[in-house]
Nanobody, 120 residues
C-alpha cells in the first residue's frame, strides 16, 4: 500500500502563487509516476501535471508555463509550484501515485485532496 499526504493548499488572489506538496509512504520503491489532478465543482477530475520516475513530465495545456511539477525521490515527495494563478484554477487538488505491481499492472493511489481557491 501507498499513503499520500498533501499540504499547501489555501486561498490566494489572482496572480499569486502556491506550492503544493505530497509525501508518499508505504511501498514506495515501485512508484513509477506521481502527479496532481484537480476537480472543480460540477466538473470531472482532470490531470494537472505528472512526473515519471525517470524525469519526463506532462502538463495540462491550461497550466503550461505557469505550473511546475518536481519530484524528490529521496523524500518520496512531489511538489507542484503554481504561479500566476487564475480563478479558474480553483479546485480540490489531489495527489496521485502509480505503483507497478508484481502482476505487471499499475495500481493508482490518491491523497485526500487539498483545496485551492483563487479569488479575483
Amino acid at each position: 500500500q501507498v499513503q499520500l499526504v498533501e499540504s499547501g493548499g489555501g486561498l490566494v488572489q489572482a496572480g499569486g502563487s502556491l506550492r503544493l506538496s505530497c509525501a508518499a509512504s508505504g511501498i514506495t520503491f515501485s512508484i513509477k509516476t506521481m502527479g496532481w489532478y484537480r476537480q472543480a465543482p460540477g466538473k470531472q477530475r482532470e490531470l494537472v501535471a505528472v512526473v515519471i520516475s525517470g524525469g519526463p513530465t506532462n502538463y495540462a495545456d491550461s497550466v503550461k508555463g505557469r505550473f511546475t511539477i518536481s519530484r524528490d525521490n529521496a523524500k518520496n515527495t512531489v511538489y507542484l509550484q503554481m504561479n500566476s494563478l487564475k480563478p479558474e484554477d480553483t479546485a480540490v487538488y489531489y495527489c496521485n501515485a502509480g505503483r507497478s505491481t508484481s502482476l505487471g499492472t499499475t495500481r493508482q493511489y490518491w491523497g485526500q485532496g487539498t483545496q485551492v481557491t483563487v479569488s479575483s
